[in-house]
């Protein structure tokens, strides 16, 4: 296996119930790059995520991190290899701050045996991640229900990258901003590229992914359609793609209208 | 001079709903404590608040315990009936079987805890809302008290086991020393421990908690066999005050442990509680209980007023936080 790849896919394949949800897809990430993953609703998207950040387990197909291969049974077992994901439903918790959050589960402890937290480490440490990140949030003792869309997504990036991570998957992450907010959050993921991330980035709004994507993965009914430089394809390309898939012949794309991103 | 003190004054201003959400509950407590004051000569004396403490200590036990179920975002209705069966089940042993009472303390620990853990494995197996499993387990365990108990009130305890329910060390009763014990070990491991912030993450969102890698099925477990445990210490104490084991002791204590948690801000979802709230609760309900006493009022009406106030503290909480989301809505959407 290649250790070109930071991440790579083999055979992916997963049903639910009846549904056959991924055939055999194979994905290969480049060590810092940012692919887009795109594809219709029911595509298999946020399916093939899961199973690298082990939310769920393939029912066959191997992976391999950094050419080594690798066994991910849970979230934990992701988290250890460097893998961290921000679910769509942004898994926050409404009850706790921000560096609670940022934390949560994995909470820095003082004593040997790792039961007493260090409250003072983990403010400190959340106060960092937010200046790091550059993010306009004011104080780690936020709370995070009262924040908006787009400061929440930023509390989910400080949370993916606390801890040693390497690939980091978003789920998503504009869907629910308005324009102002969704470039911030652009902004924020070139900056994690920069800070030497792999990433792997859903999305249905293809303008996002042709402003800072380098590849785009195309998924269509559970199967890998094509993976492409964004440098070398339109708009027009990816939505043909995602629409009709490899058998479309380069057929024109459907009158689509996009919301550009600003 | 006023330019520094004026933003203090401003923020002061905004948190003022937050503050008096916060302390809503210490602000009923005093302004009750304020009105007996004035109102029953007897009320603020030594005696008769120390008696108030001890009246409210057994059932601020199981409080705490409660407090990390509903905290996690589960409920235990079934303290009450967890409490009975062990409270029979000790006394016989001491009465009819002359078990050292140390020993048989140990045993109705043992047992609290397993009847608790039952709780837990059973509501993670059968994947069923906690509060209909504690209903069904409740019941049976009330049901088995009775059948052990076969229709007798059990006498005869060894009079070296008064001590722990009737006790006092210098002025303080001893039930007393042992809730403010409990209260403040459960303040620490909710506050300050890993399995603390475990039980408040699981709580506010259990798909999170699990995603975040919290071991739902087991902290579930382990939150109800500390609840089983927490009781039966409430049990220990009670019989010891009682002196004979009998089959309504601690019957229902469960709705005052709820309607204590519920009055100091424990949320009824989960993810919200704090240990000096739910002492400020318990404090409420052991004035109202103690003031009505004394002015002579029956059982009844203090029903009546109890479920008013409990009414009352836990609307307010749900307008302030329902205030606040509208806010938060209209905050957002001028924001972006």
Redesign the interface.
């Known amino acids: 296996m290649s250790a070109d790849y930071v991440v790579e896919m083999k055979g992916i394949c997963k049903r639910f119930g009846g549904i056959e949800a991924l055939r055999n897809v194979d994905l290969e990430l480049r060590r810092g790059e940012i692919m887009g993953i795109v594809g219709d609703n029911g595509a298999g998207k946020s399916t093939l995520m899961k199973i690298l950040s082990g939310?769920y387990l393939a029912d066959a197909g191997e992976i391999f991190i950094d050419g080594q291969k690798v066994h991910i049974r849970?979230?934990?077992d992701a988290?250890r290899l460097g893998i961290s994901?921000i679910?769509q439903?942004?898994?926050?918790?409404?009850?706790?701050d921000v560096a609670?959050n940022i934390f949560?589960?994995?909470?820095l402890?003082r004593d040997r045996f790792?039961?007493?937290?260090d409250?003072k480490r983990m403010y400190n440490r959340a106060a960092e991640l937010i200046r790091d990140l550059r993010v306009d949030i004011k104080s780690p003792k936020m709370s995070v229900?009262?924040?908006?869309?787009?400061q929440r997504q930023m509390v989910a990036c400080a949370r993916a990258i606390a801890f040693q991570c390497k690939v980091l998957i978003m789920d998503e992450p504009t869907a629910a901003?308005?324009?102002?907010?969704a470039n911030k959050l652009l902004g924020l993921i070139r900056n994690l590229k920069d800070m030497g991330l792999s990433i792997l980035l859903i999305t249905q709004r293809i303008p996002d992914v042709l402003a800072i994507a380098d590849r785009v993965f195309v998924l269509k009914g559970g199967q890998r359609q094509d993976v492409m430089e964004v440098s070398k394809v339109t708009l027009d390309d990816v939505v043909t793609m995602i629409v009709k898939g490899k058998g479309g012949n380069g057929t024109a794309a459907p009158e689509v209208q996009y919301k550009s991103f600003g | 001079m006023v330019a520094k003190i004026q933003p203090v004054v401003r923020s002061l201003y905004r948190n003022a709903g937050d503050f008096a959400r916060r302390y809503a509950p210490l602000l009923i407590l005093t302004s009750l404590v304020l009105l007996f004051t004035f109102i029953s000569p007897n009320f603020m004396t030594v005696k008769n608040l120390t008696l108030m403490l001890r009246q409210v200590s057994f059932a601020t036990i199981s409080a705490v315990g409660i407090m990390f179920v509903m905290i996690s975002g589960a409920i235990d209705l079934s303290i009450g009936s967890q409490i009975v069966f062990t409270n029979i089940v000790m006394a016989i042993l001491m009465a009819r079987y002359h078990v050292n009472p140390v020993l048989a303390i140990l045993f109705c620990l043992f047992m609290g805890t397993f009847l608790g853990t039952v709780n837990g494995v059973l509501s993670v197996k059968l994947q069923i809302h906690p509060l209909i499993i504690t209903l069904g387990t409740g019941t049976i365990y009330k049901g088995l008290g009775y059948i052990v108990a076969n229709g007798k009130n059990i006498i005869g305890l060894p009079e070296s086991f008064k001590v722990l329910g009737q006790g006092y060390i210098g002025p303080v009763p001893i039930p007393v020393l042992i809730m403010a014990v409990v209260a403040l070990i459960g303040n620490f491991v909710l506050t300050?421990?890993?399995?603390?912030?475990?039980v408040?993450?699981m709580?506010?969102?259990p798909?999170?908690?699990?995603?975040?890698?919290?071991d739902i099925n087991r902290m579930r477990i382990i939150t109800f066999a500390i609840c089983g445990f927490a009781s039966a210490i409430t049990s220990v104490l009670l019989l010891s005050r009682v002196f004979s084991g009998q089959v309504f002791t601690g019957q229902g204590i469960e709705f005052d442990c709820l309607t204590a948690a519920l009055l100091g801000g424990v949320?009824f979802i989960g993810?919200?509680g704090t240990i000096f709230g739910l002492i400020t609760g318990v404090l409420i309900i052991g004035v109202l209980n103690n003031a009505m006493q004394l002015a002579g009022l029956p059982d009844f009406y203090q029903n009546v007023v109890k479920g008013t106030v409990l009414l009352v503290a836990v609307g307010f909480d749900m307008y302030q936080k329902r205030r606040?989301a509208k806010e938060?809505i209209a905050?957002?959407s001028t924001?972006?």
């Open positions: 939310a849970g979230p934990l988290r994901m679910y439903d942004l898994a926050l918790f409404n009850n706790l609670q949560a589960g994995r909470e402890v790792g039961v007493f937290i409250k229900a009262r924040m908006s869309g787009g901003l308005g324009v102002t907010e | 300050r421990t890993y399995f603390g912030r475990y408040f993450a709580g506010g969102n798909e999170a908690a699990r995603l975040a890698g919290v949320s993810g919200e606040r938060t905050r957002v924001h972006g």
